[in-house]
């Protein structure tokens, strides 16, 4: 992001090709996935744009309705990290209030690629929450995203849902 | 028991970083003691802390609200679902290994679920009642 160049570069590289794949970047400070990691999937930085990931480290105190503050010089690695991997536009989203964090589950992108999936199995106690990726996208936690590993909340293999 | 658990650490002084549950326990103790002369940690009151429901937070009114009610068992993130590892130092080794650790979960789950920090004696009872005399 050092020149309006790469910027460009980086904003024209269309999410969706990498959809299948996403992994952490290199260069994650050990803390990424030390305190991300601790409660929940590391999500990977593309996934929200820089000012999404900068209103959250900003309130790690007010994360979600948890408490996940961090010691400042940590904050800061994360933030770093965070800022310097984020996606662009697709995946900006505004918080649902003023003092809320925004969340990478209501951007544009997340809710195109996701909105096929019915009100039932986000609603359904495996899912919980829609950032658990884990709970249809069995790969997840090795950074990929194929249609063909989804198995969601009933059993049933996404890719089979057309024989119902 | 209890005597035989505080000889214990002098036995095993070793490596510089690495901490035992017991020497957190100790120094939580020692912490204590200023407050409240003659204080001796209780396994039980560390019991009743971690199965009381503190009810501050609505999706976690409780310690065991994400650890599960077996601290020998895992548990659950109440949000996010992520495996939680068993709180118990003899079935999780890694459990109260190093202090900074340990103060940034306390710091963090106590505002979280008790509504405020945690005191050094809360914090010397619960790590007494999870290592259980083991």
């Known amino acids: ?164 | 028991m209890r005597i035989a658990l505080f000889v214990l650490p002098a036995l095993f002084a070793s490596s510089v970083q690495a901490a035992t549950p017991i020497e957190l326990m100790k120094g939580y103790s020692a912490e204590a003691s200023h407050q409240q002369a003659g204080f001796v940690p209780s396994a039980q009151r560390g019991a009743d802390f971690f199965a009381r429901r503190f009810e501050v937070s609505a999706k976690m009114p409780a310690c065991t609200s994400c650890h599960g009610e077996d601290p020998s068992k895992g548990g659950r993130h109440v949000v996010t679902d992520k495996p939680i590892k068993p709180l118990a130092p003899f079935a999780n080794s890694e459990r109260f290994t190093d202090l900074a650790k340990a103060e940034k979960w306390f710091r963090r789950n106590c505002k979280e679920v008790v509504g405020r920090d945690c005191a050094a004696a809360e914090k010397a009872d619960f790590i007494a009642f999870l290592t259980g005399g083991r």
């Open chain 1, 1 to 164: 992001m050092k020149t309006p160049y790469l910027a460009l570069t980086l904003l024209a590289l269309p999410l969706a090709a990498q959809a299948d794949k996403l992994v952490i970047p290199a260069g994650a400070p050990p803390a990424f996935e030390a305190e991300c990691g601790a409660c929940h999937l590391v999500f990977p930085p593309a996934l929200l744009d820089a000012k999404g990931w900068r209103q959250i480290m900003a309130r790690l105190d007010h994360h979600y309705g948890d408490n996940a503050s961090l010691d400042d010089q940590t904050r800061q690695s994360i933030d770093n990290f965070l800022v310097q991997n984020a996606g662009g536009a697709k995946v900006s989203a505004a918080p649902a209030a003023p003092a809320e964090p925004p969340r990478l589950t209501t951007t544009p992108w997340f809710k195109r690629k996701h909105h096929e999936v019915p009100a039932k199995d986000w609603q359904d106690d495996k899912v919980r929450s829609p950032a658990n990726c884990a709970a249809c996208h069995t790969r997840a936690a090795a950074g990929s995203y194929r249609e063909r590993e989804i198995v969601m909340p009933n059993g049933r293999r996404w890719e089979e849902k057309e024989d119902d």
